[in-house]
């Protein structure tokens, strides 16, 4: 079965749910047994989380990760289609082509003597239960490597800097009246909205880094209103703010708090993700990404975060490396077929070039986050 085709498998499971989760899980843990690829499944709060290696015991390690979960979708974006080069459905580009290439790259290395590969598939990249993901409980459990790729969609660029996370609940309050005289009273709704472009005007929203322009402000969700008769005098909105590299994420919540007339009920924080784009894996997944398209593969930044923060905030390098594709989370996602094939013999080479960019067999000193580069 190659790439094309174990993508189209995985498509076909509806992973938004947690059923289809379980049995896109068990065809992954099946088809990597039927390739004599040491497999362990574990329990993560009710869903399931595939574990594999291959290569030598004592080798350096090198961890290809990625997710089955997806955002929902219509029933019909789960029938894989294609059209020309493009492959379609949902989670085609986030990332089922890429965990379907890695599944390939990771049976190729198991003939090699020098890396240690582990794949790692977890079930809830996507969750918005950010605070019990399953990645997190496998790095502070000791899932231990030393670099680590997320097969999140990236153009077969490499993802060395991410966008952090800072989620907020943010409460307006307005006064109520009869619906007959809204004049009379001051609706919260309205001036919930007035808030949103307040806070996308903020001085923070101004600033930009080397490898973005902005930070990514959205308004994800909004509640107000409790009769229809009732001018509402409360609104709470959820609002998604992906900061740079450099900002401070509590500097950005006193801008927030002095807007006035609003109260920050809780937030959520992630810091951003850096890596030297001089450590020697990098230059190494470089090396072999180049050899794959007749583009240079560059360095780039991520608006999105992913669970590569997981594996930094424990000390192990780490970026974010996939095909190419486009419309993730939209109606027409789609992966290009061609990139896959490039995106597997990419991490192939990766695994076959690193013990020369690494040196005489020994693992250099290494730093997770540089932001000097």
Known sequence: ?????????????????????????????????????????????GLPVILAETGPADGPVVVFHGHLDVVPAFAEQFS???????????????????????????????????????????????????????????????LGADFAITGEPTDLH?????????????????????????????????????????????PFSRESSDLFDRPSINLA?????????????????????????????????AQVAAIGDVEILRSFQRPPAIVSRRNPFVLALRDAAGRSTDDEALSIGRDGASDAISFLEAGVPAVEFGPVGGGHHGPEEWVSISSLARYRQALGDFIRLLPRHLGADERPPLRAVDGSS
């Open 1 to 45: 079965m190659d790439e094309q085709t174990l993508a189209e498998r995985l498509i076909a499971y509806d992973t938004s749910r947690p059923e289809g989760l379980v049995s896109a899980a068990e065809f992954v843990k099946g088809w990597l047994e039927a390739r004599d690829v040491r497999v362990e499944h574990r329990d993560h709060l």
């Open 80 to 142: 894989p289609r294609i059209e020309g080069d493009r492959l379609i459905g949902r989670g085609a580009y986030d990332m089922k082509g890429g965990l379907a290439a890695m599944m390939c790259a990771l049976h190729d290395a198991a003939g090699q003597d020098a890396i240690r590969v582990r794949f790692v598939c977890v079930p809830d990249e996507e969750s918005e239960d950010v605070s019990e993901r399953s990645t997190d409980a496998l790095v502070a459990e000791g």
């Open 158 to 202: 490499i993802g060395i800097q991410a966008k952090g996370v800072l989620a907020m609940r943010v409460e307006v309050r307005g006064t109520a009246a009869h619906g007959s005289t809204p004049w009379l009273g001051d609706n919260a709704i309205l001036k919930a909205h007035d808030v949103f472009r307040r806070i996308e005007t903020l």
């Open 221 to 253: 969700r909004i509640m107000g209103g409790d009769a229809f008769n009732k001018v509402p005098d409360r609104c709470g909105m959820d609002v998604d703010i992906r900061y740079l590299p450099g900002q401070d994420p509590e500097e950005i919540l």
